[in-house]
Every structure is written in C-alpha cells, then in structure tokens.
C-alpha cells in the first residue's frame, strides 16, 4: 500500500502560480511512477503529468505543456507539480496518483494508488 497526501492548492488570479506537494508513505516510493490528475465540475478526470521513478522522464498533456513541470524527489518522498500562467481552464480538483506503469496514468487508464485530492480555483 502506498498512501499519498497532496498539499499546496488554493485560489489564484489568473496567471498566477501555485505548487502542488504530494507526500507519499508506505510501499518504497521509488518504485512507483508518480503523476497528477485533475477533475473539473461536470468533467471526466484527465492526465495532467507523470513522471518517472527515477525522474528521468516526464509526461504532459497538451493543454499544460509549457506552463506546469512535474518533479520529485525521492529522498523526501514527494513529488512535485509546479503550475504557473494559471488559466481559469485549470481550476479542478488535483489528484497525485503512483503506478508501476507510468503508461497506464499517461493513457488516462487511473492508477493503483490516489490521494485524497486537493482545490486549485483560477479566478479570471
């Protein structure tokens, strides 16, 4: 079992920045693909970013490309999504999710473990 406690959401402006932080325990961190999802009111959740277990690759989906950079740090246990030019478009509720497949989160097929979730509100 892996447990993973996401922090750092809030309400932003518009082109603002936040960073995410997400704590994981249990099972050797290092061994999982780390990544994020999100789920906006009335949407299905979508693939945000992931990266790989040693932190050598990392993955986006197109809509956050440029502006948001995933990373971790296995020492601490954490993984990281650091998100700016915020865009009201980017207001939903953040998932930090770990896999042993980082194909399964970048094919948007879910994840073995989730957190419990964290806001993030763009105002325009």
């Known amino acids: 079992q892996v447990q993973l406690v996401e922090s750092g959401g809030g309400l932003v402006q518009a082109g603002g920045s936040l960073r995410l932080s997400c704590a994981a325990s249990g099972r050797t961190f290092s061994y999982y693909a780390m990544g994020w999802f999100r789920q906006a009111p009335g949407k299905e959740r979508e693939f945000v970013a992931a990266?790989?277990?040693?932190?050598?690759?990392?993955y986006y989906v197109d809509s956050v490309k440029g502006r948001f950079t995933i990373s971790r740090d296995n020492a601490k246990n954490t993984v990281y999504l650091q998100m700016n030019s915020l865009k009201p478009e980017d207001t939903a509720v953040y998932y930090c999710?770990?896999?042993?497949?980082?194909?399964?989160?970048?094919?948007?097929?879910?994840?073995?473990?989730w957190g419990q979730g964290t806001q993030v509100t763009v105002s325009s």
């Open positions: 990266v790989s277990w040693r932190g050598g690759r990392t």
């Open positions: 999710a770990a896999d042993d497949s980082i194909g399964t989160m970048t094919s948007n097929l879910g994840s073995d473990y």
